[in-house]
């Protein structure tokens, strides 16, 4: 699965914050396997005219796959996206996107020269007026539909081969709750079998530059629709924490008064819809989530399986496992000795960095402590905490 993830990660990393342009999903772009769209700034494919991009053969990484994914020519995420697109847009210089049409993270102006640095700051330093504006935008994102990006409801078999598109409207917070899932999800092999054993965002070296794309492209797409361009997500800095600070109504959701396991009626977030949680009803029909509700925000923090997490992280496990001097060793996955990247992941033991996939530390003691929706991969990005969460690790 490494060699498969992190060569993935590497053709990818800039594609895989958008997956599917609104203006290429439709017939004539996938039957042609062209994604060039112009630029609304010169109307030329990829801003050709004003140098910002051509149309070009996609790259792809010629590493061989790693055993752990024994398969080929089954799974659309393989060299992403030649299953679906092989010439895309390729940006010069500090411009980005589908398009051409962005600046690169980091640069800003007419022609991306101009450097922009942005800072994220700790929610509980946020003034009252700042932390009521994140939380307008985050249920602004969740009900405001992507002018951008669609979703695929099947895979490119059942498209197909590009003659009958499959593709659907999503709001702008669903659509990286779908990336999240889609990245995750397991893989289709026809009949009832499906392949687990697989994750192009986890469990492996690609775990943090991955997430920190997903990150980027959160926040630049909460820019866009806001107009505020100074906009930064948050984090939440639960070092020594001894309970989920942010779960109360002032911030992410209190606890339901008579349902431990629901959100209170006072908070936003409790008439939010979650989506992608049901893998193995997609499984089982060979599907695609389709991003329809499936019930509220699940979260019953600290009531977790203690023999699994038995306390949330401390200072002392982020210093050790910043004091790593390996990014990633031995088998890169889950079961790596001394990796910062396992260690901070989760499956290494945030005292010894020794692999222990039964215990869950740092990243993934959060992800389990929430106990609810957070604790599912395929859909924890549905409770905001999320990004909170994920903007600390990053």
């Known amino acids: 699965m490494l060699l498969f993830a992190l060569g993935f990660l590497l053709v990818i990393l800039q594609p895989c914050t958008g997956q599917f342009p609104r203006v290429c999903a439709n017939l ?14 010169d109307g030329s494919p990829c801003g050709e005219l004003s140098s910002r991009g051509s149309c070009q053969n996609i790259l792809l990484s010629q590493a061989p796959l790693g055993p752990q994914f024994p398969f080929s020519g089954v ?12 010439r895309t847009c390729r940006c010069e210089g ?28 700790n929610i509980f330093q946020l003034t009252t007026s700042e932390k009521n504006k994140f939380l307008a935008y985050l249920n602004l994102a969740k009900n405001l539909p992507s002018q951008d990006y669609v979703i695929a409801t099947g895979t490119y078999n059942q498209m197909n081969n590009g003659s009958n598109p499959m593709f659907r409207d999503i709001s702008v917070y669903d659509l990286f709750v779908w990336m999240h899932y889609y990245a995750s999800r397991d893989t289709l092999l026809g009949g009832s079998n ?15 530059p991955w997430h ?9 797409q909460i820019q866009k629709i806001t107009g505020d361009e100074n906009f930064t997500i948050p984090y939440w800095d639960w070092r020594d924490a001894e309970d989920c600070g942010v779960c109360n109504d002032e911030y992410m959701g209190g606890r339901h008064p ?28 060979q ?25 949330l992280p401390s200072s002392a496990d982020v210093e050790f496992c910043l004091s790593l001097t390996q990014y990633e060793s031995g088998t890169m996955d889950k079961t790596a000795n001394y990796s910062f990247r ?53």
């Open 258 to 285: 008579t349902n431990p396991n629901l959100l209170s009626p006072a908070s936003i977030f409790s008439s939010w819809q979650v989506i992608c949680t049901r893998s193995e009803e997609y499984n089982s029909q």
């Open 287 to 311: 599907a695609l989530c389709s991003a329809t509700g499936e019930g509220p925000i699940r979260r019953n923090p600290g009531n977790n399986d203690k023999s699994r997490t038995p306390r």
């Open 94 to 121: 500090n411009f980005m996107g589908f398009d051409c049409g962005e600046c690169k993270f980091g640069f800003s102006g007419l022609n991306c020269t101009e450097r922009q640095v942005r800072t994220r700051r």
């Open 75 to 86: 799974d659309d995420r393989e060299d992403w996206p030649s299953v679906f697109y092989n």
């Open 212 to 220: 920190r794309a997903f990150l980027l492209m959160w926040e630049r």
């Open 342 to 394: 396992n260690t901070l992941e989760g499956f290494a033991d945030p005292q010894t960095a020794i692999s222990n996939p039964a215990q869950s530390g740092l990243h993934n003691a959060l992800h389990i402590y929430m106990n609810g929706s957070m604790s599912q991969v395929q859909g924890s990005a549905n409770d905001p905490i999320f990004v909170l969460h994920h903007a600390f690790v990053d």
């Open 28 to 41: 004539q772009s996938l039957l042609s396997k062209e994604c060039c769209p112009p630029w609304d700034g």
């Open 194 to 208: 499906v392949w687990r054993d697989i994750d192009f965002a986890h469990e492996a070296p690609g775990f943090l």
